[in-house]
């Protein structure tokens, strides 16, 4: 739990209107190019987070000539969140009919972890990506961390403002750079100790998926090791001001990722990379298990893509084992099923021009495609 036992949605895309039985274990979904499968994830990441990972702009999940796209799922713990959009910019997100007012509400209640083409920038992105795969994990076995985030981000957000400012005296900024360094010294505690407890996890994920990478991660807070916050953001006021923003604090912290001693970036193939992605997100929800006695989705849009047929099998056992409600999609339905052959919990969806068909996995289907 949670799990998604049905689904419904109308006006997303190019989805035709569909009511949808999922296996709580894997859902395989397989369609030709634009035929509606990474729609159909998007669907589920939007109870989830009520935002697509796709745009930041609101338009184009609407299917176009619609007024409103809907979506509602109902779990196994009887929870029922649903998800609605309208043309003329109203967005609801409900649990249980209950209007939610944040989005952390949502992602407490049903986490997803998303992988596609996207998630290979936690390797090759800047450190904000990192920085919210770290998040993401810390907010969800520790209760506490969004206040102190929050807090730091906005004493960080008036710190800056007054920075801007000319005429201002350095005695009008130390009541922030109080504020902020109170709250960034909560926010390092919990990343620190989130890192901690990831790492025996993700070595295990490491030593079945790429063994031979020598990868290795490290938590930088975001300042010098050696000072405290308050000091350094003292010395480096004038600068600061010159500038206008705060040049030292949790928002700027990293997780360096390296393999045998270099940037992972610079040294892993693509599907090395695809793997590590893997491992991290796997063992981020082994961890959230482990502290909440919970599970998370897994949304795996084009799984095949990058990684030959012994790291498909790896990839979709090491997830079975983990019991976690998996949704993947690919264009052949053959590298899907011979990865998962031995499979049990598993259902089947074909997308066609926007159409979802539920297939009854057949001796036929395996013997003939697979
Ligand atoms: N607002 C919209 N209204 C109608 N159709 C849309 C809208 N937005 C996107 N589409 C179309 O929906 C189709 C499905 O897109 P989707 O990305 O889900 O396909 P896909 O099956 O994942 O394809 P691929 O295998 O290429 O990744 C595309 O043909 C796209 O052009
Ligand atoms: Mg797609």
Redesign the pocket.
């Known amino acids: 739990m949670p799990k998604i036992i049905t689904l419904k949605l109308s006006g997303l895309?190019?989805l035709d209107s569909a009511k949808l039985e999922f296996s709580p274990g894997f859902n395989l979904i397989y369609?030709?190019?634009?035929?509606?499968?990474?729609?159909?994830l998007?669907a589920v990441y939007l109870l989830g987070r009520a935002k697509s990972f796709r745009s930041s702009s609101r338009a184009?999940?609407?299917?176009?000539g619609l007024d409103e796209c809907v979506i509602h799922a109902d779990l196994d713990d009887k929870t029922g969140i649903g998800f609605s959009r309208s043309t003329d910019g109203e967005q609801h997100a409900k649990i249980n009919a209950n209007k939610i007012k944040n989005q952390a509400e949502l992602a407490a209640r049903l986490p997803i972890q998303l992988l596609n083409s996207d998630t290979f920038k936690i390797i090759e992105g800047g450190p904000g990506v990192r920085r919210s795969f770290l998040d993401w994990g810390v907010f969800h076995v520790e209760h506490q961390f969004i206040q102190s985030w929050q807090q730091m981000q906005r004493a960080l957000s008036n710190r800056n403002s007054l920075l801007k400012e000319k005429n201002i005296s350095p005695d009008q900024i130390a009541p922030w750079t109080l504020e902020f360094c109170r709250h960034a010294e909560e926010v390092h505690v919990f990343r620190q100790a989130y890192v901690e407890s990831l790492l025996p996890v993700l070595q295990q994920a490491l030593n079945l998926l790429l063994p031979e990478a020598g990868i290795d991660l490290v938590y930088e807070k975001g300042w010098d090791e050696e000072s405290a916050l308050g000091k350094v953001l003292e010395e480096r006021l004038d600068q600061d001001r010159r500038y206008g923003h705060t040049s030292y604090g949790p928002h700027r912290a990293d997780l360096k990722i390296s393999s045998r001693g270099s940037p992972a970036a610079e040294l892993l193939s693509r599907g090395q990379e695809k793997l590590l992605v893997l491992a991290l997100k796997l063992s981020q929800a082994e961890l959230y298990t482990e502290e909440t006695g919970r599970k998370c989705l897994f949304l795996i849009?084009?799984l095949p893509a990058e990684l030959d047929a012994s790291n498909r099998a790896k990839i979709l056992s090491l997830l079975e084992q983990s019991g976690e409600q998996v949704f993947v999609?690919g264009?052949e339905l053959n590298q899907l099923l011979k990865a998962l052959k031995n499979c049990k919990e598993m259902r089947l969806f074909h997308?066609k021009h926007?159409k979802i068909t539920p297939e009854n996995i057949t001796a036929d289907i395996a013997s003939d495609k697979g």
Do not use: A, C, F, Y
């Not at 369609?31 to 159909?40: D, R």
């Not at 184009?60 to 176009?64: E, R």
């Open positions: 895309r190019n369609g030709e190019n634009g035929s509606g499968k990474t729609s159909l998007e184009p999940l609407i299917q176009l849009d084009d999609t264009i997308v926007g």
